[in-house]
Each structure stands twice: as structure tokens, then as C-alpha cells.
């Protein structure tokens, strides 16, 4: 299996990419493939529902000329996608935003004249998550839309992981989190 991480943090070396690694080395001991975007590397517009995507139902098509293009053409090779970010004001920050909002629209033609297809229709998707409140009160609002999100494009959600941070004056990552980010990975594995 491929597993593609769209990684929405702007810290390489926050609290988000500490749990994501024990996730990736769980992936890769099982002899699968991981790959990582970090979104606030590339280069990614806001949507602004102009309808260019709808008209070829073949290809991504939209009339944006960014970092999408790669994004989408690794999301179709992929199995299990997995949306790796911390919590911003109960939902992800402004990167992944646009660029789920580029993908709903580019991935599912839905929105031209006729209906057409979703692209990636059956691909798993899941979230690892960090944030500063209890992740029932801090993640639950970006999990939900997600889930709407995956119901929406044909896509298989598969589940979150959410972590507390207790701020800064704490260390994030602890032998338990290692711990429960390797069980989510052999979750995702099963």
C-alpha cells in the first residue's frame, strides 16, 4: 500500500510531524510506502468556484498554475491518504483548507452542467491530529466535516487520532503517544 501524508503544519519539528513519526516507521516496517507533502512548502491558491475542473472529467483541470497539480497526480497514486495538522480554531490551518477545498471541487465533477464522477472515489482517508484543548472539545468539529467531506467524494474514512498539547512549557511527545500513533498505523495496516 501507498500512503500519502499531507502534512498541514507550518513547524518541521512540532508537535504534528513528532507524532507522524512513529506513524511513518510503523508504515514502513510492514514494507509499505510512505510519502509527505508539506503543505506549507508548495505553493496552493484558494478555490474560487469558477467551474474550469467541471468541464473535462478526465484530469484535475483547474485554471489555477500552483503546486495542485502535484498534489492531485500523488493522491491518485496513493491508497490511504492521511491528513496530518495541528487544530487552528477547531480546524486546519489555512493550506490544507485550500487545498481540500481545490480537491473537492478538481476530484469530484459534480458541479458542471452534468454530474460526472469522483476521481478518487474509494480512497481511505484519516487524520492525525494535535491541539491545545481535549480532543473531544479541540478536533471533534474538523473530524465531523471530514467525515461530511469523505461522504461527499465517495472516500473511506478510516478514522482519527488526536493528541492533547498541554503548551509549551510541556514536552508533546510522550512513550504513550509513540505508542498509540504505531497502533493507529497497524489499524490502518489491517
Known amino acids: 500500500m501507498k500512503f500519502l ?3 498541514g503544519s507550518p513547524r518541521k519539528n512540532g508537535n504534528t510531524i513528532s507524532l507522524v513519526k512513529p506513524f511513518i516507521d510503523e ?4 514494507g509499505d510506502e510512505t510519502d ?4 506549507y512548502d508548495k505553493d496552493i491558491k484558494g478555490c474560487i468556484a469558477c467551474r ?3 468541464k473535462d472529467w478526465s484530469k484535475f483541470g483547474c485554471i489555477h498554475k500552483d503546486d495542485m497539480q502535484f498534489i492531485f497526480d500523488k493522491i491518485l497514486l496513493c491508497d490511504k491518504i492521511i491528513l496530518a495538522t495541528p487544530i487552528y480554531s477547531w480546524s486546519c490551518p489555512s493550506p490544507m483548507k485550500a487545498m481540500l477545498d481545490r480537491l473537492v471541487y478538481g476530484m469530484n465533477k459534480y458541479y458542471g452542467d452534468r454530474k460526472g464522477p469522483s476521481l478518487w472515489k474509494g480512497k481511505s482517508v484519516s487524520i492525525i491530529t494535535t491541539c491545545g484543548y481535549d480532543p473531544q472539545k479541540g478536533a471533534d468539529l474538523f473530524e465531523e466535516s471530514i467525515k461530511r467531506y469523505c461522504k461527499h467524494s465517495k472516500l473511506i474514512y478510516e478514522g482519527m487520532l488526536a493528541e492533547l498539547d498541554l503548551g509549551y512549557s510541556e514536552v508533546f511527545i510522550s512513550d504513550d503517544k509513540i505508542e498509540r500513533a504505531r497502533s493507529f498505523a497497524k489499524k490502518l495496516l489491517d
Open 27 to 30: 508504515i514502513r516496517r510492514s
Open 36 to 39: 509527505i507533502i508539506w503543505l
Open 5 to 7: 501524508i499531507l502534512m
Open 52 to 54: 474550469h475542473c467541471q
